[in-house]
């Protein structure tokens, strides 16, 4: 047992910056809201404990420019389609490409149907998702699209293909890589927690204007305070599991029944998943290995 490490029960949760902020309760966001002139949300009727109040979708075009991206159209559902083309012809825009955050299906299941809808393409990182009629982005590049730029931001940790979007106002279209509520899910094993931090980082060097989360509420009055709050938020589950194995082998379930004992069951496997994510990046780090039988131990 390490001497000097706190013990489980002293350890203190980072604050959340958003509790002090005036975001809509859940299940509360309008179903169209426009942000910007560059950016106008649409929120898709698949709320859900992962999806929050459901998947945002985003129309993002120079409003002059009769054009508009749509950034994760979410859901393959008709009652969310009408209310995309609704925004669209409010915009008087019409849709000429379809960006992809990641695979996830409360993201990308309408991208391919819903190109072939609008006659545009599907840009994304990952070839399955882009189609083959579509486009592979690269990390860093510029696109010019709908009278604007966009600039796609490698964010690998959530899943491993995770983009986000830079718009030329300085706002960062973030997917799952910060939520508008809460903290986000790094997968496992899909997902990495190192690549996490480290587009955790990136994005804040970005300077953010906004963060546009792929659910939840728009995150404006403070995007940096968040970022350094998902940062601290990981580094506090990292403390919680070294200080659990410091002088007892414990299986990740075991981990996860304390460690999220205040959240849904419902949610317990996503947790899981965050979970595994840290004891792989600490066992990389040799601070913890697999004592006996699946249970892990410092050292
Ligand atoms: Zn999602």
Request: proline share 9%; hydrophobic share 40%.
């Amino acid at each position: 047992m390490n001497a000097t490490a706190p013990g489980f029960a002293e350890l203190v949760p980072p604050a959340d910056p958003r509790t002090g902020w005036t975001l809509p309760d859940l299940g509360q966001m309008p179903v169209v809201t426009s942000l910007e002139p560059l950016v106008t949300r649409v929120l898709a009727p698949n709320p859900s404990g992962m999806t929050l109040d459901g998947t945002n979708t985003y129309l993002v075009g120079e409003p002059a420019s009769g054009q508009a991206v749509l950034v994760d159209p979410g859901p393959d559902d008709p009652v969310h389609l009408d209310s995309v083309r609704e925004a669209l012809a409010d915009r008087d825009a019409r849709c000429v490409a379809i960006l992809v955050t990641h695979h996830h299906r409360d993201h990308a299941e309408a991208a391919l149907p819903w190109a072939a809808h609008f006659g545009t393409p599907v840009c994304a990182s990952a070839p399955a998702v882009a189609g083959p009629r579509g486009r592979v982005l690269a990390p860093g590049e510029r696109l010019r699209l709908a009278g604007t730029t966009i600039d796609v931001v490698p964010t690998p940790g959530h899943t491993a293909d995770h983009l986000a979007f830079r718009i030329e106002s300085g706002a960062v279209l973030a997917g799952d890589h910060v939520l508008g509520r809460g903290t986000s899910v790094v997968t496992h094993p899909e997902g990495d927690l190192e690549a996490y931090l480290d587009s955790l980082r990136r994005v804040h060097d970005l300077g953010p204007s906004a963060l546009y989360p792929g659910h939840g509420p728009e995150l404006t009055q403070n995007p940096i305070a968040v970022l350094d709050f998902y940062r601290a938020h990981r580094e506090f589950r990292e403390e919680q599991i070294l200080a659990l194995l410091s002088n007892r082998a414990q299986p990740v379930s075991a981990l996860v029944e304390v460690i999220y004992a205040a959240v849904p069951r419902a949610l317990w496997p996503a947790a899981e998943q965050s979970t595994r994510a840290a004891l792989a990046k600490l066992e990389g780090q040799g601070r913890i290995h697999v004592a006996q039988d699946g249970a892990w131990l410092v050292g």
